[in-house]
């Protein structure tokens, strides 16, 4: 409930999960989203050309390592957070102070290579 409401979401429906007796050992989320973009936005990867710059809100690798750690049991000095959070707010900023940004991507899955790559197509 808290991170809807710092996204500024509504939760609408809930999902169940039917797995065997005995094999439920993880705990199993799933999400959806629905939104809209408002006109005369356009943000799709297909946007990214030659020579584009490429502006990164935080550190890289966070969620990627976050979540090796959970699930291999691994431990480091530093403690290890990943890096999800909201971002709608940080987007709204973004889109009002540059009209000029014409794509827009969250790594969180397959990392920046990936994204990187998507780019490419």
């Not at 946007?47 to 502006?55: F, V």
């Not at 530093?78 to 890096?83: I, L």
């Amino acid at each position: 409930k808290a991170a809807a409401e710092e996204a500024e979401v509504r939760i609408i429906t809930g999902d169940t999960k039917v797995v065997n007796q005995g094999q439920a050992d993880k705990l199993f989320i799933n999400t959806s989203g629905i939104g809209a973009i408002p006109l005369g936005i356009d943000i799709s990867g297909a946007n990214a050309r030659a020579g584009d710059k490429i502006i990164l809100s935080g550190t890289i690798g966070d969620h990627g390592i976050a979540v090796m750690c959970q699930r291999e049991g691994l431990k480091f000095s530093t403690p290890v957070q990943s890096d999800c959070a909201p971002l709608n707010k940080l987007v709204s900023q973004m889109l009002k102070s540059s009209p000029r940004i014409h794509c827009l991507r969250d790594p969180t899955r397959g990392g920046l290579a990936t994204v990187l790559n998507e780019f490419t197509q």
